[in-house]
């Protein structure tokens, strides 16, 4: 790959990478910006904004305002979202479970939670099922974990749960061509098989509540806007179904340690797990790549760049609630008063302080794990 190569952006629910730029795929994939006037409308339900949206992780959506103005007449919505199992979880992936349990607890609504691991299956050359269904369990802990109420929870494990998914699967792909899929995901003539099938499964949770309860209402799915192409051909064939359209919130890609693109698994050096120890994780973020000058002396000098600094993104996106820390943080670094070793170590004992409790909870989940698989 070229250096060129490498640097475009590429957004697809199988590669991020390059630069990101989220207003281009605002414009690309025709989603709507989250505006002031929306925010203001969500938090009459939800109370003060969640720091996710006060900071703009989440920042595009799709019928989100259709949702609340529903909402607001009486329908109730579902929640969905989901995860492929292709190894453990890495601090990226809880941004948006974090944003979906505040979503539940301030809606008082169910979530459908969709475990993948057939989609890693047919995706990756390397795994096993056994593999993405292992993964599945361990995944789902992380889940659990933060807190989502067992009673209104539920997991879906693909395999595990085909029965139950399998008719509206059929109905989703038999209204779907091949041009379509062809078009939005773009598949080649070695695809395998079970890959241009599979997007009708993924489908399905935006739909289930029906088949459950009898109730029809709208899904809102939380997810990151790589997931987007999915939802797209979703929308197009809903309503024929008699469903409504899902609506999504998206939000942005929490950045690795490392140099663009999003926190990867692949990348494990640059991710930052929930099941890493503290020594491993002191020394990921020791090894970050920040916005710092080359020398001291420099930056004293010329201050350093946290706009491009991963360690300050993370005290925005996760780590920092008090704005006003932040911006102070901020000053610092940009006046050189700061440097980078001193963000790093704090950096690190709240990232420490943060996993100490989360594997707590972690180990706690195993007990309860089985109460939140979906029931027929
Ligand atoms: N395809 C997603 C992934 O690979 C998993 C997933 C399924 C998902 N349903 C979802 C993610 C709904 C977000 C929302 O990670």
Known sequence: MTDEERNEMVVTPWEVRGKVDYERLIREFGTQPLTD????????????????????????????????????????FVLYTGR????????????????????????DTRLYFQMTDDEKFVVDDELSLKETARYGYENALDLIALGFEPEKTFIIYDVRDIDLLYDIALEVAKRITYSTAKATFGFQDDTNLGWIFWPSIQAVPCFIHKKLTGENVPALIPAAIDQDPYWRITRDIAQKLGYYKPAQIHCRFLPGLGIGGKMSASEPETSIFTIDKPEVVKKKIWNAFTGGRPSKAEQKKMGADPDICTVYQYFVYLFEEDDQKLAEREKRCRSGEVMC???????????NRFLAEHQRKRENAKKIVEKFHIKR
Request: a positive charge; hydrophobic letters at 35%.
């Open 37 to 76: 006037d929306l925010l203001r409308k969500l938090s009459k339900h939800t109370g003060k904004l969640h720091l996710q949206l006060q900071r703009g992780l989440f920042f595009s959506h799709r019928d989100l305002d259709i949702v609340l103005d529903q909402y607001e007449k009486g329908t109730k």
């Open 84 to 107: 492929g199992p292709s190894g453990p979880v890495h601090i990226g992936h809880l941004v948006p479970w974090i944003f979906t349990k505040h979503l539940q607890e301030k809606f």
């Open 341 to 351: 070793g001193e963000c790093k170590i704090e950096l690190a004992e709240r990232v």
